[in-house]
C-alpha cells in the first residue's frame, strides 16, 4: 500500500525563521509529488515535483525532490503570519492513465508574532 | 473566471440514508476529483473523471459513485451512510486532469451523519 509520511506534525515559529518540513513516501510506480497549502477548506496547489536535484522556487517557498531516498522538503524563509496554514504532501503514482494520489496527513504551521 | 463550486456547502443526514454532492468545476476544465478529508485519515482520493469518464479510483467502497455529465459538472453519491462518513467532500478541476496539471480546490461540502 502506498504511503506518504510527513514530519512534524505541527510547528509553531516565530515570524522571520526558516522552516524544513518533510514528506518521505513509499509508493509504487512514482509519477509526481505535490505540496499544497491548506488555511481553512481548499487547499491551494504549490509545487510540483518529478525529477530529483532540481528546486522549484516560489517566492519565500521552495522545495527539492529526493528520488533516491523517496524524499521531498519544503523550505519556507523569513516566515510571515499569514504562511500559518496546514501543508500537504500527495504523491503521485501509477502506470499508463491509471494513476493515484496519496496524500499525507499534513504539517500544521503556526507563525506568532 | 469563477472558481470550483459545491453544494451544498453542508450537509445532515442519517445513518442508512444516501445523499448526493455536486461540484461544478472552473470552465473549460474536463478533470473533476474528488476526496474524503476527516480528522484521523487526512485527505484521501476518491476518484477522478475526465470527459464523463471514471479515469482513476481510490480505496472506497462500491458505496461511494460518481459520475461526470457533458458539461463536466460532476455528482458524487454516497449510499447507505455510515458514521464514518462524516467527512468534508473536496472536488478540484483541471484542466487537463492527472495531476500533472495544477488542480484547483472547491470550498468542499461538510456532511455529518447522525
Known amino acids: 500500500e502506498d504511503k506518504v509520511v510527513q514530519s512534524p506534525l505541527s510547528l509553531v515559529v516565530h515570524e522571520g525563521d526558516t522552516v524544513t518540513l518533510n514528506c518521505s513516501y513509499e509508493v509504487t510506480n512514482f509519477r509526481s509529488l505535490l505540496w499544497y497549502k491548506q488555511e481553512k477548506k481548499a487547499p491551494t496547489f504549490l509545487f510540483m515535483l518529478t525529477s530529483s536535484g532540481i528546486e522549484k522556487k516560489s517566492g519565500r517557498l521552495s522545495s527539492i525532490l529526493d528520488k533516491k531516498e523517496l524524499f521531498s522538503i519544503l523550505n519556507i524563509t523569513a516566515t510571515q503570519t499569514g504562511d500559518s496554514a496546514v501543508y500537504l504532501c500527495?504523491?503521485?503514482?501509477?502506470?499508463?492513465?491509471?494513476?493515484?494520489?496519496?496524500f499525507g496527513t499534513g504539517t500544521r504551521l503556526q507563525v506568532t508574532l | 473566471k469563477a472558481g470550483v463550486t459545491q453544494t451544498p456547502r453542508y450537509l445532515i443526514k442519517t445513518r442508512g440514508q444516501q445523499v448526493t454532492l455536486s461540484c461544478s468545476p472552473i470552465s473549460g476544465h474536463r478533470s473533476v476529483s474528488w476526496y474524503q478529508q476527516t480528522p484521523g485519515q487526512g485527505l484521501q482520493f476518491l476518484f477522478e473523471?475526465?470527459?464523463?469518464?471514471?479515469?482513476n479510483k481510490g480505496n472506497f467502497p462500491g458505496r461511494f459513485s460518481g459520475r461526470q455529465f457533458s458539461n463536466s459538472r460532476s455528482e458524487m453519491n454516497v449510499s447507505t451512510l455510515e458514521l464514518g462518513d462524516s467527512a468534508l467532500y473536496l472536488c478540484a478541476s483541471s484542466a487537463q486532469g492527472g495531476w500533472a496539471y495544477e488542480q484547483y480546490f472547491g470550498p468542499g461540502t461538510r456532511l455529518t451523519v447522525t
Open positions: 473523471y475526465f470527459s464523463e469518464t471514471q479515469r
Open positions: 500527495a504523491v503521485e503514482a501509477g502506470t499508463g492513465t491509471a494513476s493515484k494520489l496519496t
